[in-house]
Nanobody
Framework: QLQLVESGGGLVQSGGSLRLSCVASGSTVHYFKIGWFRQAPGKEREGVSCISGSGGNTAYADSVEGRFTISRDNAKNTVYLQMNSLKPEDTANYYC????????????????????WGQGTQVTVSS
């Protein structure tokens, strides 16, 4: 059974950077797409980014385009989210999720398309 574990969250000042990691176990990740989502208190979960099985296809939410970069190292069964120029509104619990039935990302990132989820890692950006 696939398990996803996120790490790398923390407290950072506005304008700073963080790199989140999502390590998968129980399956080989290069066969399917992985997404990053976030949920702030009182808000709905938002799709942030997605990467295809090979890493050749990616998608981003408009709110993070140009600031966040998703990548993967299939040899390490790990997907990364590099977050630069962080803003207070990026504060949220960040989750990675997998869709083992799909290889390529859609232009829009919907949580309903991702059946497998990690527990999340908290990112807090201070102003």
């Amino acid at each position: 059974q696939l398990q996803l574990v996120e790490s790398g969250g923390g407290l950072v000042q506005s304008g700073g950077s963080l790199r989140l990691s999502c390590v998968a176990s129980g399956s080989t990740v290069h066969y399917f797409k992985i997404g990053w989502f976030r949920q702030a208190p009182g808000k709905e979960r938002e799709g942030v980014s997605c990467i295809s099985g090979s890493g050749g296809n990616t998608a981003y939410a408009d709110s993070v385009e140009g600031r966040f970069t998703i990548s993967r190292d299939n040899a390490k069964n790990t997907v990364y989210l590099q977050m630069n120029s962080l803003k207070p509104e990026d504060t949220a619990n960040y989750y990675c999720a997998a869709d083992m039935g799909a290889y390529v990302c859609d232009d829009s990132i919907h949580e309903a398309d991702f059946p497998s989820w990690g527990q999340g890692t908290q990112v807090t950006v201070s102003s």
